[in-house]
């Protein structure tokens, strides 16, 4: 408590001074409701929605080629979250994120004890397993690819979506 | 001096509200309903039988995990030992718990899997009592290899040897450096002669299988662990098998035991069960989310997993049905799951008596509204009892009845 209190003190003291450094990559705690919040806020564009965890291995293999992709695409929103059962593990996710070049993704972490509900939520048939992708259209239309997604099937989605602008 | 103050007071409030929200978020967060060491904060609990019918708990809460017993089915327990004198950087995976065998002569044995780096590399680690539980010998790993191991499973056989095996990822690096693709893990297995206190040197089972989920295991006679697993078959197709060691040192066959055509390169967490009847019926139940077929099946054989029955569907698939157990008691055979309609889990149970070519219908026998643990069937050589771990409402110990 004494080591906050000055910590604040001093952060309160320096914001007039100091020019806002810049933040870590954001976690944002996925909670009951946050799922219909992701949808709402990206309603009408493409979205790529990921799950993957700090614990599965096919992820490892995954996160960067999905930050390559967004790199490459500046059209797609990108949404990754965080689907570990809890405790996840915000230092783990946040570097893992960082180093595959999904930093600055839309990043979201599961923070409620009752993953089941948050899963049914999402998709009731859905039992955790991760990587899991979901690829929704402009008009709403889910694409969910189970497992591991292949780029060029990524590559070949977002062309649909761009022929259906034309 | 008075805006000094100001900002003190405003600093205080600030952090008040930190410590506050911090602490409300961690316990909304957790699976488990406190941090200490209790049952009532564990978030997975393995239940085992001694001959004398005394209840024996092993759990996970608190970083340690904790034994204790019961002579009274549950209602009241001795009190608790940890297994470590140092708290645990535990295996928190979905279908990580901790195992315990209790031998005739009153021994402990205990394994379970620790995470021993950042990368979430697993160890398992052994330890016995030979003082019924009043204190546990120093943790040792079950094999001196330094790659990642979890998901141990422990089973007593008749001459009182225990039988490991787990998910091993040892020939990983070999494979990569002569330039091989390497799926998945092996499944590995070493007996220990004095109880649980050394393991003989670890051997491969099987290469290959999936890394993630849970064994089920039992014993199809004296020196004959049976070993179920979700395998990744040709094409990375993650379905499950069946191997029957002719003795704890030669494995057997991989046989598969049904073909669901589920490929897919992900961590399932969520690994089968096996049990095996007094007249030699192979149980096996599993999820799978294959092209075949998806959801939760069972299945028998009456060939020690040579050929398989048409995989029977469990559960309402409407509801998410997951979890599934089966145990064979001397009455019959049991099975539960978990079902979720989006408030509430409840475990459903069936029965059979004609050694699993019928079962009765499900019966809903308990339920919770917040996370809870997988549903596990227990046997104290007469009744068949519900053994479930919940967040809100505490451990429970429920017997079963024949559905008839």
Redesign the interface.
Known sequence: ?KR??LA??FL??SLAAAPAAETPSELK?F?RGSWQEVLRSHAGRPTLVHFW??????CKVELPLLGQFMKDHSEVDVVMISAD????LPG?ARAMLEKAGLGSAENWLF???????L??EID?????????TLLIARDGAVTTI???AEIPDLEKWLAQQKAVMR | MLRMSLLATLAFSLCQTMANAQMSHHQHASEAACEEVDLRCASKVTPAFASDGTLWLAWMAGGRISVASSKDQGRSFSTPVQASKEKLNLDWGPDARPQIVIEKNGGIALAFSIFRDKAFNGQVLTTRSSDGGQSFAELRPITASNDSQRFATLGLDADGSAFAAWIDKRNRVPAQQEGRKYEGAGLFFASSKDGGTTYAEARLASDNTCECCRLGFAFAGPGRPVVVFRNIFEGGVRDHAVMTFADPATPGEVRRVSNDEWQISACPHHGPSLSISAASTYHVTWYTNGKARKGLFYARSDDQGRTFSDPLPLGRADRNPTRPYVLSGPHGATMVWKEFDGERTSVNAMTSHDEGKSWSKPVAIATTTDTSDHPLLVSDGQKIYLSWMTKADGYRLLPIGDGS
């Open positions: 408590m906050c209190l604040v003190i309160l003291v705690p909670v965890g700090v614990t599965c291995g096919p059962l809890v405790p996840n783990a923070s409620d004890g009752f993953v089941e509900r899963r049914f009731p048939a859905w039992q955790g397993e991760i990587p899991r189970e497992g591991s």
